[in-house]
Every structure is written in C-alpha cells, then in structure tokens.
C-alpha cells in the first residue's frame, strides 16, 4: 500500500466518528483531503452537518463536494475537527504546519469537543523534532523577528514556494526552524509565542482528543491520550 492508501484509510475510519447534527471542523493537507473527500460522500448520501474550513484549498474542496459551509462567526464550538500532522509524539502532541495551514488549524482544534488526528504510521515519532517546525510570522520587521528566533539556536528558514516567497492565507510568511529534538513542547511553544512577530507557531500541544494511524499494512490503530 501506498502513503495516499494510508492516509485515506486512517481519514475514512475518523470520519466514522461524524454524526447528523455535528458541526464539523475541516483540516487541511493531503491527509485531510481524504477525509472532506468522504465527508462530502456521506453529505450526498443523506447525513446533515455544518462544517467550516481550516484554508481557502479546502474550503473550496468543501464547496465543490456541496458540503454545508458556515461562517466561522456562526459557530460557538465544533464537535469533532479531523485535521492530519507532520509529527506526532508518544504523549500525541503534534508538529503542524507542513501546508501552511497551522494558525486557522489550531483555532479549530482549540474550538474542538475532539480534535481527531489522522496519519499515516510514519508520523508516529517517540519525540517531535526531526520536521522542521513552522513558525507563522508577520512580514512586519520580519528580519527583526527572525534575529529573535535565531536567539533560541536555529536558524529559521522563510518558506518559499514555486519560488516564490510562501503566503499563509492570513496573509503572514513561514520561517521553519530546526529545534532538533523538542523534550518540552510546552515551554517551547510558549517562548516562540512570547516573540512580538511571531503569531503562532505550528506545535499542538495537549489538543488531541484521538489519533488514527494507519499502518503500512492498512491495519488501523486508534491512540488516546
Ligand atoms: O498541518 C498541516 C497543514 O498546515 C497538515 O495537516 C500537515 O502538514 C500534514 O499534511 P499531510 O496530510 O499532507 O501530510
């Protein structure tokens, strides 16, 4: 099996969780294309949902599936987010990130009664660090935040992408920074966030209520904290 196969086994197993009535939150990534994928099949066959998107790509997937699409103002909580990861520890916090996409994600997943998680196996790491983690920046005196990045011993790259310098939807760039090994998420996630021009930084920590994890035999394994 593939890495697509696995991916779109673990996202069809967490779409299971979704029931009528349940507003739902809508990752973003490969990963999470599978599962807005089938979501969008089980609109068509009859189940009612509302649902807001983590990125204009998969809001606009959302549209084309004929999703229920609400604004965020509409909503006070979502019942379940599926959303997939870069990294994910042996305590189930996360790296993410990878598609840009980690501010609006980790405002869903903060909003989340359960922010369902969905890899393939490979994701699964004993320590997060080995990706390198996406910090969301504010063009605004970028060079100055960057030089404050650097004071925590990296050395930030600013994404680019088509060569051309990467965009988040919020409009704010990406530096991604190699931590090595990350033994605290916490506190570190608490000292990029202390940055005046950083605006978030792409490690969920303590927001996972499930993973789904598919392995490279296709078996599935649900994790917990
Ligand atoms: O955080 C994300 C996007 O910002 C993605 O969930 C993460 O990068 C995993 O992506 P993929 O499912 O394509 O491997």
């Given at each position: 099996m593939n890495a697509d196969d696995l991916k779109r086994i673990a996202a069809e197993r967490a779409v299971e969780w979704i029931e009528d009535g349940m507003t739902v939150g809508l990752g973003t990534g490969s990963t999470a294309y599978w599962a807005i994928r089938r979501i969008g099949e089980r609109v068509k066959e009859g189940l009612s949902i509302r649902a807001a998107a983590s990125s204009v790509r998969s809001e606009r997937l959302a549209e084309e599936l004929g999703i229920p699409l609400v604004p965020l103002?509409?909503?006070?909580?979502?019942d379940v987010t599926i959303d997939g990861a870069d990294e994910v520890d042996d305590r189930l916090n996360l790296i993410k990130g990878g598609g840009g996409a980690l501010l609006r994600e980790k405002v869903l997943a903060d909003a989340s009664d359960r922010f369902i998680v969905i890899v393939d196996?490979?994701?699964?790491?004993?320590?997060?660090?080995?990706f390198p983690l996406p910090v969301e920046i504010v063009p605004f005196g970028a060079n100055l935040t960057l030089n404050r990045l650097k004071e925590l011993g990296v050395d930030p790259i600013v994404r680019e992408s088509g060569g051309e310098r990467y965009v988040t939807d919020n409009g704010n760039w990406i530096a991604d920074c190699r931590?090595?090994?990350?033994?605290?998420p916490k506190s570190l996630t608490v000292r990029l966030n202390?940055?005046?021009?950083?605006?978030?930084?792409?490690l969920f920590v303590g927001m996972t209520w499930a993973v789904v994890a598919a392995g490279s035999d296709g078996g599935v394994k649900v994790l917990k904290p």
């Open positions: 103002e509409a909503i006070g909580r979502f196996g490979t994701k699964l790491v004993g320590t997060l660090g080995a931590f090595g090994t990350i033994d605290d202390q940055i005046p021009g950083v605006v978030d930084n792409g």
